[in-house]
């Protein structure tokens, strides 16, 4: 059994397929490859024995329905927030254009902002928090600051 090939062949005959199906459940193109990739990476993970076509075929379908079933209980878990929405929650309006600058800052940088200037931490502690150097706390909070200087001297 060739595996390597097997995948070629399964996403060339299936793909169109399980797109179709995952829109309709997720209705998000986004998520719809997400899971259509998901689908065939368990594919090759548990490299199944079908025994015709049509096992292999109700097999990826299942999967796909299982990891369309489980994004969208995520979704419900956990409820994404619209930018326009959280900035007009959490800031004055003199201060959104800096808060949509500090949420587009990726996360790594965005976390020891928030931690350091929202929360108050110190540098030490938030090493401890999040398991990493003080060293590391540092040259995020220098990057994120870098990134900020950046974005606003160019406005």
């Not at 796909?64 to 929405?85: E, G, Q, S, Y």
């Not at 254009?97 to 540098?123: C, N, S």
């Amino acid at each position: 059994m060739d595996i390597g090939n097997d995948i070629r062949q399964a996403v060339t005959k299936y793909s169109d397929m399980l797109y179709r199906i995952c829109i309709v459940i997720l209705c998000n193109e986004q998520d719809v490859q997400d899971a259509i990739q998901d689908t065939f990476c368990r594919y090759l993970e548990k490299a199944p024995d079908f025994h015709d076509e049509e096992h292999e075929k109700a097999w990826l379908i299942r999967v796909a329905t299982n990891i369309c079933r489980d994004m969208v209980r995520f979704r419900l878990r956990h409820p994404k927030v619209c930018i326009d929405d959280l900035e007009n929650c959490l800031a004055a309006p003199e201060h959104r254009e800096t808060l949509r600058e500090l949420l587009e800052l990726p996360v790594k940088q965005k976390t020891v902002i928030y931690l350091h200037y929202v929360e108050g931490y110190q540098i030490k502690e938030i090493a401890e928090i999040l398991g990493i150097t003080e060293g590391a706390v540092k040259m995020r909070l220098c990057r994120a600051r870098e990134q900020m200087r950046l974005t606003w001297g160019s406005g």
